[in-house]
């Protein structure tokens, strides 16, 4: 495969900063920005040290088209893969403005850009949510659109947007990646998600009851109509989760254009994550069921055929495996921290 340039909008993020990690070990150059409105500055030095190389990094907004042009001239950008969005569920119903500016207004302005630079390949990160609240289990890529919530819709909303623009120009090539619920860190245990401020999924939230940074973890609603009343959800390692970029960039020249759920097809209700964590940890985890959160829906996992089919994809790693590796890289983070000469991480403040 062709060696490529590749921008990463939202790249010192969870998934942007793990799948620069995928592209550098497959021989791409990726360049990072980032603005770090959620995400810390140190991932930085502890990415440049996982990859035991310098990285090329911008601090700047995605919807920036100054910088944005500047940056796929200077470094002959051939494919973006777009990161750079806030995510979390509960927050975007509080402050769907902020979601819609994000996500939607500047998302536009960077497509924009790249049509200005005549740079038409994207990898978009789309997320399960734009299935709604699905009608039937396993979710497939043939289901309408739906949205519970803001954040959802301005996944929907952006798809549209990609689905016109393709339209207009058969230039464009998008690969619109539909995660499930990516978890983990990085296989070689030197790389991880750095937490910013107050975790809103669940297996950070894990990590921080097993470190004993917080006294116990609140499940959101035990009441949903599911075996044992808590959300259901398709768990996916990271890892495997960053190689299904690798093969969508290799779709994206092979076949072009395509929409795939990224999960395991395996739907893991919160308790049984809960007691794989412990099972896999040898820690006890406390727990106490609380009210509902709004925008949840109460299950959802993938069929991940299609993947498979387009771009011979498919994830490999265990439930067990996902929890293992998130709670390894949590215990050594300290120690990585400090080799680095890097500050403690602060405690969120949950309890
Ligand atoms: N993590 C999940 O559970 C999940 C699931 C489905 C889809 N997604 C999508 O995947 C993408 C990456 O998610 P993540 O988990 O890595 O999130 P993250 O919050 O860890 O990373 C997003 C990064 O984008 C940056 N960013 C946000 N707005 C920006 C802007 N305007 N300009 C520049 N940088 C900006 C943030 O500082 C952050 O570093 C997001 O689009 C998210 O919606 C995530």
């Known amino acids: 495969m062709k060696i490529m340039n590749i921008l990463l909008t939202g790249g010192a993020g969870y998934i942007g900063s793990h799948t620069a990690l995928a592209l550098l070990n497959a021989g791409h150059t990726p360049i990072l920005l980032d603005n770090f409105s959620a995400s810390d500055p140190k991932i930085l030095t502890l990415l440049k040290a996982a990859a035991k190389k310098d990285i090329l990094f911008y601090e700047g907004n995605v919807g920036n088209q100054t910088l944005i042009r500047q940056i796929l001239k200077e470094h002959s950008v051939d494919v ?44 978009f990160s789309s997320s399960c949510t734009v299935y709604g609240n699905p009608v039937r289990l396993p979710v497939s890529e043939d289901f309408s659109y739906g949205f519970n919530n803001p954040y959802g819709h301005t996944k929907v909303v952006c798809e549209q947007i990609l689905e016109s623009v393709c339209v207009s120009n058969k230039g464009w090539k998008v690969g619109k990646l539909r995660y499930f619920n990516p978890v983990g860190s ?21 990590d921080q009851v097993a470190s004993g940074e917080v006294q116990k973890l609140y499940i959101f609603g035990g009441d949903y109509p599911t075996g044992d009343g808590t959300c259901i959800r398709d768990y996916v390692h990271i890892s495997d ?70 771009l011979g994809w498919k994830a490999k790693r265990s439930l067990g495996e996902m929890c293992l590796s998130s709670y390894s890289w949590r215990m050594q983070l300290p120690t990585l921290l400090s080799s680095c000469n890097l500050a403690p991480i602060g405690i969120s403040p949950l309890e």
């Open 241 to 310: 989760l960053s190689e299904g970029h690798i093969a969508s960039l290799e779709g994206l020249i092979k076949v072009g254009s395509h929409a795939v759920n990224l999960g395991t097809g395996i739907g893991y209700s919160v308790l049984e994550v809960v007691a794989e964590y412990e099972r896999v940890t040898r820690k006890k985890i406390p727990y106490e069921i609380i009210g509902r959160r709004p925008g949840d829906v109460p299950a959802a996992f993938a069929d991940p055929s299609m993947a498979f089919q387009v």
């Open 80 to 123: 973006v893969m777009h990161f750079a969005a806030f995510k979390a569920v509960g927050e975007s119903v509080k402050n769907p403005l902020a979601y819609y500016k994000n996500n939607v207004s500047e998302f536009v302005n960077l497509l924009s850009a790249m049509d200005a630079e005549k740079v038409r390949n994207l990898i």
């Open 186 to 206: 990085h296989d070689s245990g030197y790389f991880g998600e750095l937490p910013v401020g107050l975790p809103s999924n669940l297996m950070p939230y894990l």
